[in-house]
């Protein structure tokens, strides 16, 4: 989380109660200064026997920095406190972006390893991954350490990612509401184990995220709780964050009740914190892509879980409470009472329907309460996968980064067949840090040929045997529950003490005879084996789970459907699965795929036992440092080379970043000339860093010290850099040269079509001037023809005379003949005869009804023009003819007619 203000004033409180000479805030503590540059890594210090690596670890963790590299390991001492080390500022001076680190030593950090992961992965060929271990005792701070680091992985490196980002990260909180609870060494001890991996692109870029969960403690579900050993975080959160009228809707108390599976809630925890938790949880679900009806079902279930442990107190209350259980669940109440109150048994080929004892019914309640639990905890965790790994594959471009949390050893008072299964996963854990640091090292240099001093260190392979060898604890336990010996448990204890009492690791303590104790690691441990059997041998009859999975709840029918699973078609004696059978096989699952990976180790460390800040017991974290073997590898690094490399891979990722990279090809032939080029490669560089120690050849590999390393890393990272700027200018120049040609031709082209354009609007626009001229002028001689047709008087009493000719149907038999065109009379002649001063007459010619033309008069004819209407208007000098309206003579001796 960001450094609040808030927070820098609790940080500041507390640097003034510290017992430490120094007072600097977070920024100033991660500067390089004299003090710390020696104990930023305690092979290179000088750092190798216990007394100094101790010394170091405490005045470290006084001057609030709780990270110190061991060679391969990170140790990461809790604080038990908020140190403001893990903030965006913090985590910026870290992130490289692919530029190069000004700081090439910078301080140790979690921030730091997972940077490394990353830029590896960058690095690498084909298919590769990381994986990045976090392990420690429980209270070391595991859980908040993986949740950074997941955090800073997530980072999303563009917007469209931002939204998937979200729901990686939101996928740690929900999972620790759920899967985490209060023991008496850990206030948040993750009750489950937890592998993250997160994929990535061949560019660097987050393409999904899966998480696979194994061994949740079912059984804190139905156990007994005290104030310091709790049940998980989520029913207490649940009984205070949700309203009044909810709770009573679904039966539960309004007040501060304690239940049998939630004993005492506010006895030890604050009521509002719970309800503030609970709220931020609501938030976080939705941020996963839960739906509020989702979300509903889920607390309902929940709360459903409360009510069964409330029926098993009496049997009054059984039915109450049933009745209260059935509605949530969304199952009928008849047929869910009659199930978990009888069994039916077949006697021959009879089905008999017997009644539970109270005892019997206590156990087929709490085996349904953990059921559904359990249920909903891998229901969540399918979901979320569901909504971070849609794009998750295994193309042979893609990479991943892993991150393990898985819980911590565990010594307890009473240690049951949990403990055992929680401290043989970290054996496995160690065995694999002993295998990889320890062991692969002295054995690679024995094998090359290089000088070396072999150091003794404590191997705990038969631990592990121990535990899943043949014929072994869990072997014994399995084939105990195959033959239904699971109500007592003698019969698996006299097994162990009969064919285990020659193994080193395993002793019979003097506590009971259903007690027997392993040598672990991290201390000896005596478990308590009474429960064993009944634990590994929880199964759910098969008519409960055909129930529950006609449930009209999705996500309840969705459990039971999921346990009916398919027909099983193998052998009847190998078909059941115990608990034991289940966790092996998820935990073979998880380290072969961290076996094909480069392992990166990070060891969380308890500074002391009462989890107080500013208190280092010296005794607490050697015990630790010896548990660990951290101290071995802090000798084998000091002395060793912690970079081994073949010569063909150290030629092709800096081979090109020497002058004669390019002479050399690689040939199988030329196996002399590879060793001269890379031996020439390495003596340059280190010439150039002025330290030619730490650097050893063998016979196909070339060891390398840290600062070797590091000058071939920021020699690349500089050529890289170059490389990548004259790229850019040439890609610049090359996208301007493109851009500017394609100008050209866009030019051209738009020049040619507006051209185009311009032309077909001209001619629209001509088409339109010829239609408006037309009409402007046909308008003007109808104005011109209309003035003509008025009759104009004259001074000298002329009168012109116009008469219509008007259009009249002629019979098709009737021919008529039609007047000759008589030219017009030109200005001047008619000028010439108006002077004459007489009466001018105009005489209109027009056709009769009978077809034959009318005629008014033929003598003392001026002119004759030609009207609109198809009529002939003549001008005469003789005054207004009289009679004008008789028919004439056929025209026989008329020439206008001839």
């Keep these: 989380s960001d450094c609040k203000p808030k927070c820098k004033k609790m940080l500041a409180a507390e640097y003034d109660q510290a017992h430490t000479a120094y007072k600097e805030t977070p920024a100033a503590i991660l500067k390089n200064d004299a003090r710390s540059e020696r104990s930023k890594d305690l092979p290179h210090g000088g750092f190798h026997t216990e007394e100094q690596v101790l010394a170091v670890l405490k005045q470290n963790y006084e001057r609030c920095l709780p990270y110190t590299a061991a060679g391969a390991t990170l140790l990461a001492t809790n604080p038990m406190r908020e140190t403001g080390l893990l903030c965006d500022a913090v985590a910026a001076t870290y992130r490289q972006d692919g530029k ?3 700081d090439s030593n910078p301080n140790p950090h979690i921030f730091a390893v ?23 005792e429980s209270g070391s701070g595991k859980t908040f350490t993986a949740r950074a680091m997941i955090e800073y992985l997530a980072k999303p490196s563009s917007q469209s990612q931002k939204e998937k980002c979200r729901k990686i990260v939101a996928a740690n909180p929900i999972l620790e509401a759920f899967g985490n609870a209060r023991t008496p060494l850990n206030h948040n001890s993750s009750r489950y184990g937890k592998f993250t991996q997160i994929q990535y692109t061949k560019l660097g870029k987050i393409k999904g995220a899966k998480i696979q969960t194994f061994l949740l403690e079912r059984s804190r579900t139905t156990e007994l709780h005290t104030t310091t050993n709790n049940n998980f975080h989520i029913f207490y959160q649940l009984l205070a964050g949700l309203s009044s009228s909810t709770k009573q809707s679904w039966g539960l108390d309004t007040g501060t009740k304690s239940y049998r599976y939630v004993q005492n809630p506010w006895q030890t925890r604050s009521q509002a914190d719970e309800r503030t938790k609970f709220q931020e949880t609501w938030q976080t679900l939705k941020v996963a892509g839960l739906t509020e009806a989702m979300k509903t079902s889920v607390c309902k279930t929940i709360a459903s879980v409360i009510l069964l442990g409330e029926s098993s107190i009496s049997e009054k209350a059984s039915l109450e409470q049933l009745k209260l259980v059935a509605p949530l669940l969304s199952v009928p109440v008849g047929e869910l009472v009659q199930l978990l109150t009888s069994q039916r048994i077949r006697v021959g080929t009879e089905v008999v329907q017997k009644q539970l004892t109270q005892e019997e019914f206590v156990t087929m309640v709490d085996t349904l309460s953990k059921t559904l639990y359990a249920g909903i905890f891998e229901w969540i965790v399918h979901f979320v996968n569901s909504q971070t790994s849609l794009e998750f594959s295994h193309n042979s471009d893609d990479r991943f980064i892993g991150l393990l949390d898985i819980f911590g050893f565990e010594s307890m008072k009473v240690n049951s067949l949990e403990q055992l299964c929680i401290n043989y996963a970290n054996e496995v854990l160690q065995y694999h840090f002993v295998k990889h640091v320890l062991e692969l090292d002295q054995q690679l240099y024995e094998e090359e040929g290089i000088e070396w001093n072999r150091i003794d260190y404590v191997n705990n392979k038969s631990c592990v045997e121990l535990v899943s060898g043949k014929c072994k604890i869990f072997d014994l336990l399995d084939e105990d529950c195959r033959l239904k010996r699971a109500v007592r448990s003698a019969g698996f204890i006299q097994n162990c003490y009969t064919f285990l009492k020659n193994e080193e690791k395993f002793f019979q303590p003097l506590r009971g005879e259903c007690h027997f104790g392993i040598r672990h690691y991290a201390g000896d441990v005596i478990y308590d084996a009474s429960a064993f059997p009944r634990k590994n041998n929880e199964r759910f009859l ?14 309840v029918s969705s459990i039971f459907k999921a346990q009916q699973g398919p027909v099983d078609t193998t052998p009847r004696r ?14 073979n699952e998880l380290f072969s795929i961290v076996e094909s990976s480069q392992s990166k180790f990070v060891r969380c460390l308890t500074p002391n036992s009462a989890r107080v800040p500013h208190l280092f017991e010296k005794d607490k974290v050697a015990a630790q440092l010896r548990a660990g073997g951290i101290v071995e590898s802090i000798n084998i690094s000091a002395g060793g080379h912690p970079y081994k490399i073949k010569y063909e891979d150290l ?23 590879e060793i001269s080029n890379v031996k020439e490669l390495v003596h340059d560089f280190c010439t150039e860093i002025h ?15 840290q600062c070797h390393m590091e000058a071939l890393e920021n020699r690349r990272k500089q050529v890289e850099a170059a490389s990548l700027l004259i790229q850019s200018a040439w890609r610049g120049q090359q996208c301007r040269r493109a851009y500017l040609l394609k100008l050209k031709h866009i030019t051209l082209i738009q020049s040619h079509l507006r051209g185009a354009l311009a032309r077909a609007h001209f001619r629209k626009l001509r088409q339109a001037v010829i239609l408006i001229q037309q009409r402007f002028r046909h308008v003007q001689q109808q104005k011109a023809m209309h003035k003509k047709k008025k009759v104009i008087q004259t001074p000298d009493h002329q009168e012109i005379i116009t008469t219509s000719v008007t259009k009249t149907v002629i019979p098709k038999e009737r021919k008529v003949r039609k007047l000759p065109e008589v030219p017009h009379a030109n200005k001047r002649s008619c000028l010439q005869q108006r002077k004459s001063r007489k ?60």
């Design 100 to 102: 190069s680190s000004q």
């Design 114 to 136: 997972a940077e490394d992961a990353y830029q590896y992965l960058r690095g690498s060929k084909g298919q590769e991954g990381v994986v990045v271990i976090v392990s420690g």
């Design 542 to 555: 098969k008519e409960q789970v055909n129930l529950l999975a006609q449930s009209q709840d999705d996500i």
């Design 574 to 587: 190998k078909r059941h699965k115990t608990v034991v059978y289940q966790f092996q096989k998820s935990l």
């Design 651 to 673: 030629w092709t990722r800096y081979g090109s970043y020497h002058y004669k990279g390019w002479i050399y090809k690689h040939d199988t032939d030329t196996r002399d000339q």
């Design 691 to 705: 330290n030619t120690q730490g650097v050893a050849f063998g016979t196909h590999r070339v060891f390398l010290s």
């Design 839 to 898: 009466t001018l007459q105009t005489i209109n010619t027009s056709p009769t009804t009978t077809g034959a033309p009318r005629v008014f008069a033929t003598s003392h004819i001026l002119s004759i023009f030609p009207i609109m209407d198809g009529g002939v208007q003549f001008h005469c000098r003789v005054p207004l003819l009289k009679g004008a309206h008789l028919r004439p003579q056929p025209p026989v001796g008329l020439k206008l007619f001839a």
